[in-house]
């Protein structure tokens, strides 16, 4: 048992690092996008922060099967190149006995994987999507600044806020401009408002945010004209957001069992492809084993860029599949599952080849 612990340890610790390294690049990516909407004001900085926290199980799950491929990859590359291998092969322990250490290490990477995305994933997806509409219901309240213009609801108009007090909820000399409601193909009408003071509150009901003004003056007129309608007010309400709209549902977001009782092509799309990147970690695991093979002279990286060659194409024909499956053009039962039989086959060929054509050409030699 030495031998298996020192292969799957070695090989955990490079898939914590390598995790770690692409966790850190897509966040990093993820975070610079987000970054982005918040300059715009879509997005509040502590939104950011929990919308990438929801981000991480997504990416984790996805490119966990990656980590684990390329983790073996490096690990038997340094083995080959330090000889290792070899007293391996001394002891007994030959091509099948690699393919089932490989695959024994590949077992809990899976079930993590399959936790991830079958049920962390699809929970944090909905989470994220609810995120996102509330932060952008509430985009036009953080977009209100001192000496700076603001879109109401619906862009059907705009007010502007000279000074903000007490907590940003006590406005100072506000001035709103809005198009009222006329008649198709009248000349629109434009209602100007302006107070010393006004305060911002929501609506306990409805969920809408009003700016409510105090003692001010309402102009009303088509521009050019004049007859203007001027009224002094106590008190005058103008909603400057909406009640946060309900978040469209994306298949994303469904749970397993909702998909397939929903049984859609696109649902049998989303749910395969589920399965197949659970289906895909233990297979690349496999397939990493004759690829890491590595000639003497060869460092432990050698094999890294056929080993990501392979990953592509294996991934990129999924994705085929699954257009595929979702525009009908191959029935579900067919569905994503001819590309794993595809990696199978590859494996179940190359496995016994990269390891056993040595030895026919040996026995060939000494005959």
């Keep these: 048992m030495i031998i298996p612990r020192y292969i799957a340890r070695s090989v955990l610790t490079s898939v914590a690092g390598i995790s770690t390294l692409l966790l850190a690049v897509l966040v990093s990516n993820r975070f610079v996008n987000y970054l982005a909407e918040a300059v715009s004001g879509q997005f509040s900085g502590e939104g950011i922060l929990v919308l990438l926290l929801l981000k991480l199980p997504a ?4 490119m966990l099967p990656l980590a684990l491929m390329l983790a073996i990859l490096m690990v038997f590359g340094r083995l080959y190149r330090d000889q290792e291998m070899f007293v391996f092969f001394s002891s007994g322990i030959g091509p099948g006995r690699l393919a089932g250490i490989v695959l ?3 077992v809990p990477v899976t079930l993590l994987v399959a936790l991830l995305i079958l049920v962390v994933g699809p929970w944090s997806s909905e989470r994220e999507y609810s995120i996102k509409a509330a932060e952008r219901a509430t985009a036009a309240l953080r977009m209100i600044s ?3 213009f603001t879109e109401l609801a619906g862009g059907r108009g705009i007010f502007y806020v000279e000074r903000l007090s007490e907590g940003e ?5 506000v001035f709103v401009a809005r198009v009222l409601r006329q ?3 009248s000349t629109p009408r434009i209602g100007v408002i302006s ?4 305060l911002l509150s929501r609506d306990a009901d409805t969920g809408d945010y009003f700016v409510v003004m105090d003692q001010g003056h ?7 004209q004049g007859d203007f309608r001027i009224v002094n007010f106590d008190r005058y309400a103008v909603r400057v957001q909406e009640q946060a709209a309900t978040p469209k549902v994306k298949r994303e977001s469904l749970g397993s069992g909702e998909l397939w009782q929903r049984g859609g092509p696109k649902d049998i799309a989303e749910l395969q492809w589920r399965l197949s990147i659970i289906i895909s970690t233990p297979l690349l695991a496999l397939l990493a084993v004759p690829l890491g093979r590595t000639r003497q002279r060869q460092g432990r990286f050698a094999r890294i860029l056929p080993g990501l060659f392979a990953y592509i194409v294996y991934v990129n024909l999924l994705g085929v599949a699954r257009v595929w499956v979702e525009d009908g053009r191959i029935p579900g039962f067919v569905g994503l599952w001819w590309v794993h039989l595809l990696l199978l086959a590859a494996v179940l060929v ?7 054509w040595d030895r026919l050409r040996e026995q060939w030699r000494t005959a």
């Design 146 to 148: 001192s000496g700076r």
């Design 350 to 356: 190359l496995l016994p080849g990269r390891f056993g």
């Design 59 to 62: 990416y984790l799950g996805q």
């Design 218 to 224: 309402r102009y009303e007129g088509v521009p050019g």
């Design 195 to 198: 107070t010393r003071e006004a």
């Design 183 to 185: 008649r198709e193909g």
């Design 104 to 106: 024994g290490i590949s």
């Design 169 to 173: 909820q006590r406005l100072e000399n």
